[in-house]
């Protein structure tokens, strides 16, 4: 089988034709969150026969992220894989030309720049603003554009940003909404044609940022429910005092330290970083671990479900309160 074979109808799109798959196949993306968003963008990616895709996910496959997350099966579920882990191998599967690799990790302030570093684009694979404006500080600090897109229940959202031309992420949102106030997958639910519906746009406009076709500044927003659609022009929307992307940029989200303590919105779940790497074989020597794999450990402790990540993170489900949480953890981890 020859690559004009496999791609032979992208081939023929005139918008790409040879020299925009030569510049699919040369180019390295980063897809942040391997979630509802992500798996689709990873595959869309992979099977237009991009390079080389970095996959960056803290999370495993769990059983309600199966009616929309198109890279997992129940398998993957009930071993509780990383996601990164599990969108590896099969992305594996589907092309083996591609070089994948699968980051378990956090995004934080500390280790972002380092995650996308060395990429042509950033792809927003996220769940939280918290994260999405990590990436937009550390994209436009690095001059690496990147594809904003969002979705809950029936609504989603897209927008690319490419630094030094038009505005970042936080000249349209400059205060991030407190944890709660926004609805969530979890809190409001989510459906699969909507995913797919952003997760198409994001990489379309992806594929022209590569292919080196201009794109248009406009958020593109829709509800698949009720039928609205919606698409601003945000041509001019720069704002010229930006912390991020003005004349004198403080990156504000980059600077502000890690918090060792997150609460994971609509998950009942709280989230914490003990800063050194953890083993789960012999953890599951001390607990009843109900699950252990290379990447991880869980276990019951009451009502809570504690799951300790090799990378030294530690999520308690069941616990909203940061401080019951950290203490219910320390119990086991000290």
């Known amino acids: 089988m020859s690559a004009d074979d496999r791609y032979s109808r992208q081939l023929r799109f005139a918008g790409l034709g040879v020299a925009g798959q030569e510049r699919i196949r040369a180019a390295s993306v980063a897809v942040v969150g391997v979630g509802s968003l992500g798996t689709v963008i990873a595959e869309q990616l992979v099977r237009a026969g991009i390079g080389r895709i ?6 495993f496959v769990e059983w309600s992220n199966l009616n929309r997350q198109s890279l997992y099966d129940e398998s993957d579920a009930a071993a509780c894989l990383p996601k990164a882990v599990a969108a590896a191998r099969r992305l594996a599967q589907i092309n083996r030309d591609v070089i994948i690799e699968p980051l378990v990790a956090e995004v934080t302030a500390r280790t972002v720049p380092g995650l996308i570093g060395g990429v042509d684009i950033v792809l927003d694979g996220g769940d939280s603003f918290r994260l999405r404006h990590l990436v937009n500080e550390a994209c436009v600090k690095a001059g690496i554009p990147w594809v904003y897109g969002a979705c809950v229940g029936a609504y989603g959202v897209s927008l690319p940003i490419t630094p030094g031309h038009g505005p970042c992420l936080a000249c349209l949102q400059d205060v991030l909404p407190d944890p709660g106030d926004s609805p969530t997958c979890d809190s409001a639910g989510i459906i699969a044609p ?11 406009e992806a ?15 829709t509800d698949l429910w009720t039928g609205t659609q919606q698409r601003l022009d945000l041509s001019n929307a720069r704002d010229p005092g930006c912390a991020v992307c003005g004349p004198h940029p403080t990156y504000p989200r980059l600077s502000a330290g890690e918090d060792p303590t997150v609460v994971l919105c609509g998950r009942d779940a709280v989230q914490i970083s003990y800063g050194r790497p953890l083993d789960p074989q012999a953890l599951a020597a001390r607990v009843a ?3 252990v794999n290379d990447y991880l450990v869980r276990w019951m402790d009451g009502q809570a479900t504690i799951t300790a990540f090799k990378d030294g993170r530690v999520i308690v489900q069941g616990v909203a309160d940061p401080i019951a ?3 219910l953890a320390d119990r086991w981890l000290g």
């Open 54 to 59: 970095r996959l960056i996910d803290r999370d």
């Open 194 to 204: 909507a995913v797919h519906l952003v997760a198409a746009w994001q990489v379309a």
């Open 207 to 221: 594929l022209k940022l590569i292919a080196g076709v201009p794109v248009r500044r406009h958020l593109w927003a």
């Open 289 to 291: 671990a109900t699950v």
């Open 325 to 327: 949480a950290r203490v």
